[in-house]
């Protein structure tokens, strides 16, 4: 059974940063992009970032590219998501995501793994 595991959220003021990790469990997911999604209270899910297997292809969502930078070491079944510059519109609980293939998949029902999500929140 495949499982998603993320880390490294917590409160940080706004203009700090934080760094998101995602370890997966069970196998290896191979040639699997890797996302992170995020859902603020009463909206929709989105996708901030994803990164495709050999990292050579990438997505930013226009409200994170410049600050954000996501990264992956396949030798440790890890994906890992830099956030610099947070703002208060950052706050929400971030999710990673895995799906075959490219990574230019916004919707999230296009994503076939999901982690519990990590809670970030960003204090004004």
């Known amino acids: ?7 490294g959220g917590g409160l940080v003021q706004a203009g700090g940063s934080l760094r998101l990790s995602c370890v997966t469990s069970g196998r290896v997911l191979v040639d699997y992009s890797m996302g ?8 929709e899910r989105e996708l901030v970032a994803a990164i495709a297997w050999h990292a050579d292809g990438f997505y930013y969502g226009d409200s994170v590219r410049g600050r954000f930078s996501i990264s992956r070491d396949n ?3 890890a994906a890992y998501l830099q ?5 208060a519109e950052d706050t929400g609980t ?4 895995a799906r075959p293939g490219t990574p ?6 296009e994503w ?3 982690g519990q999500g990590t809670q970030v929140t960003v204090s004004s």
Do not use: H, T
């Not at 992170?36 to 909206?43: I, L, N, T």
């Not at 956030?83 to 703002?87: A, K, P």
């Open 1 to 7: 059974q495949v499982q998603l595991i993320e880390s």
């Open 36 to 43: 992170w999604f995020r859902q603020a209270p009463g909206k």
């Open 75 to 77: 030798a440790k079944n």
């Open 83 to 87: 956030m610099n510059s947070l703002n």
């Open 94 to 97: 971030y999710y990673c995501a």
């Open 104 to 109: 230019n998949f916004i919707y999230p029902s």
């Open 112 to 114: 076939d793994y999901w």
